[in-house]
């Protein structure tokens, strides 16, 4: 069975139950929000003993989804492969995306890279980021706006990333050098304002 006939076969389970679609949907859609929330968490939650190891594993995160959202676009460039819903007009897009290029998928790119950080990095929660990718991925095929191997594409893209730069010794020291001078900068604002 080719990757169209495994979209066509899920996607056809759509329109069955508006409560399942909606759910999937909002998956599909929504689910990077998860994302920046937690980055946002990583960033100004916590406690202040572990700000800097959060910020740098924050800045880690973004600068990996940076990176692969411009090879995406080069990608994008040199192959712009049509989507399930463009290519086989029974199959369902009840999200309603753009008919743009389909690979890879950049919603499972940048959770993939994001969760492999957080794992790396020992952050909480980074098994649940990872979970949560790997749904928001099978909800894209549900929603017949991306074949199997986007998804997979967009996994290998983010680890590949992740292990050959992110890793890395200049990044990682990069991203704490960042991480330690937006906490000193912090501080410092603080003392400014209880003088004032």
């Known amino acids: 069975m080719d990757e169209l006939q495994i979209v066509k076969k899920l996607n056809g389970q759509s329109g069955k139950c508006a409560r399942a679609d909606r759910a999937i949907g ?24 572990d700000r800097i190891a959060r910020r740098t594993a924050a800045l880690t995160a973004l600068g990996g989804v940076a990176l692969c959202s411009l ?9 712009r492969r049509p989507r399930p819903f463009v290519r086989d007009s029974d199959i369902r897009n009840f999200t309603n995306h753009a008919a743009n290029a389909a690979f890879p998928s950049n919603h499972t790119m940048n959770g993939a890279v994001v969760s492999a950080v957080m794992i790396r990095l020992g952050m909480p929660g980074g098994k649940l980021l990872a979970a949560l990718t790997a749904l928001m991925g099978g909800a894209r095929i549900f929603a017949g706006i991306h074949y199997p191997s986007d998804i997979a594409g967009g996994a290998a893209i983010a680890l590949l ?21 937006s906490v000193l900068a912090e501080r410092l604002w603080r003392r400014f304002r209880a003088l004032r």
């Open 71 to 79: 090879l995406s676009f080069a990608v994008g460039k040199l192959w």
């Open 161 to 181: 990333v992740d292990a050959l730069v992110l890793a890395g010794a200049p990044f990682r020291r990069a991203a704490s050098a960042l991480a330690a001078a």
């Open 26 to 49: 909002g998956i599909a859609r929504f689910g990077p929000l998860v994302f920046v929330l937690y980055g946002l968490w990583l960033w100004f939650g916590g406690r202040r003993e």
